[in-house]
């Protein structure tokens, strides 16, 4: 059992900046590949953004390339999310996500989530 507790979100005027962690407990977190998603209200779940084990590899969502940057800290048990430039359509509830033995590409797709987290709300105002 892995357990992942997001933390940082918040409320910021659109333009403004936000970094996500997300801190896991209970096994290996190296094991695991990891991925943010976001779920707007009255949407579907979707992916933000994962990245491999060690960190060498990430991948994005096209609406967030180049706005948002996903890392890990291995020694601590903690993802991140940096958010920059924040537009009001990325307002939603943010999840932290875990994959057993997948990579970055794998994490976009729901099926490859093994664990998830509570969720952190964002809101963007303009």
């Known amino acids: 059992q892995v357990q992942l507790v997001e933390s940082g979100g918040g409320l910021v005027q659109a333009g403004g900046s936000l970094r996500l962690s997300c801190a896991a407990s209970?096994?290996?977190?190296?094991?695991?590949?990891m991925g943010w998603f976001r779920q707007a209200p009255g949407k579907e779940r979707e992916f933000v953004a994962g990245?491999?084990?060690?960190?060498?590899?990430?991948n994005y969502a096209d609406s967030v390339k180049g706005r948002f940057t996903i890392s890990r800290d291995n020694a601590k048990n903690t993802l991140y999310l940096q958010m920059n430039s924040l537009k009001p359509e990325d307002t939603a509830v943010y999840y932290c996500?875990?994959?057993?033995?997948?990579?970055?590409?794998?994490?976009?797709?729901?099926?490859?989530?093994?664990?998830w987290g509570q969720g952190t709300q964002v809101t963007v105002s303009s």
């Open positions: 996500a875990g994959g057993y033995r997948t990579d970055a590409q794998s994490m976009s797709v729901r099926q490859s989530v093994n664990y």
């Open positions: 209970g096994r290996t977190f190296s094991n695991y590949a």
């Open positions: 990245i491999n084990w060690t960190g060498a590899t990430t």
